[in-house]
């Protein structure tokens, strides 16, 4: 079957940094999306890697290792704004996404 | 421009009624999606449609239909309501067909089944 492990929460304080991780187990692999989603909204883009490395883009950034299965996003300089859950999404080899269930992250000033 | 629009925003149902959520986006973009979404699961795929006239179905498509007449409009229909199908409902779309694009959803319908 098809699987994508994320911790159900974390925590952090405001102001510092905090890594989530995502692993994988899919049909295949075509890229991986981050998405973040803010309670009672929709999900947003953040990221997408299709190769190995770091994708870096302002505050986030998004890394992936294909040969492990794992990606992970990391957040930096962290504000309340960014509380919200990050989904980890797999595209297979039928380009269908395959989700993850997400990480709520707490920010704590 | 309104991206992807959704309606109603929330509905409260009667098991056995019948119920069409509405989804509209004005991207052109080709493909469509449904999703639910359930707390402590990731988003499943209800249906799809890769292009205007054809639509497909996701990882859990018992209990609905979709139609994909033109390229906005993507509506999804519940036949007879059960309350397992409570969730908040999710309708994206992306530019492509068959490839790793980036989905815009909208802001999603709370469906109660009572």
């Known amino acids: 079957g098809q699987n994508i492990d994320q911790p159900t929460e974390m925590t952090a304080t405001e102001g510092a940094i905090v890594q989530i991780n995502c692993t994988y187990q899919?049909?295949?692999?075509?890229?991986l999306f981050w998405y973040q989603q803010h309670a009672g909204e929709a999900p947003t883009f953040l990221s997408y890697?299709?190769l190995d490395g770091l994708e870096e883009k302002g505050r986030f950034s998004s890394f992936l290792s294909r040969s492990k299965g794992y990606s992970y996003l990391l957040l930096k300089e962290l504000q309340m704004k960014d509380s919200a859950s990050y989904l980890c999404?797999?595209?297979?080899?039928?380009?269908?996404?395959?989700w993850g269930a997400g990480t709520k992250l707490i920010i704590k000033p | 421009i309104a991206g992807i629009t959704q309606a109603p925003t929330s509905q409260i149902l009667a098991a056995g009624r019948r119920m069409t959520l509405r989804c509209t986006q004005d991207m052109r973009h080709n493909a469509m999606y449904w999703y639910r979404q359930d707390l402590g699961l990731g988003l499943r795929l209800i249906h799809y449609?890769?292009?205007?006239?054809?639509?497909g179905k996701g990882e859990v498509p018992d209990g609905y239909s979709v139609s994909r007449a033109n390229t906005d409009d993507f509506p999804l229909t519940l036949a007879s309501a059960v309350p397992s199908q409570t969730s908040v409902y999710f309708c994206a779309s992306s530019d492509g067909t068959g490839t790793a694009d980036t989905q815009y959803f909208g802001p999603g319908t709370r469906l109660t089944v009572l």
């Open positions: 899919t049909s295949g692999f075509n890229g």
């Open positions: 999404a797999v595209v297979d080899s039928n380009y269908q996404l395959i």
């Open positions: 449609s890769n292009t205007a006239g054809t639509t």
């Open positions: 890697n299709v």
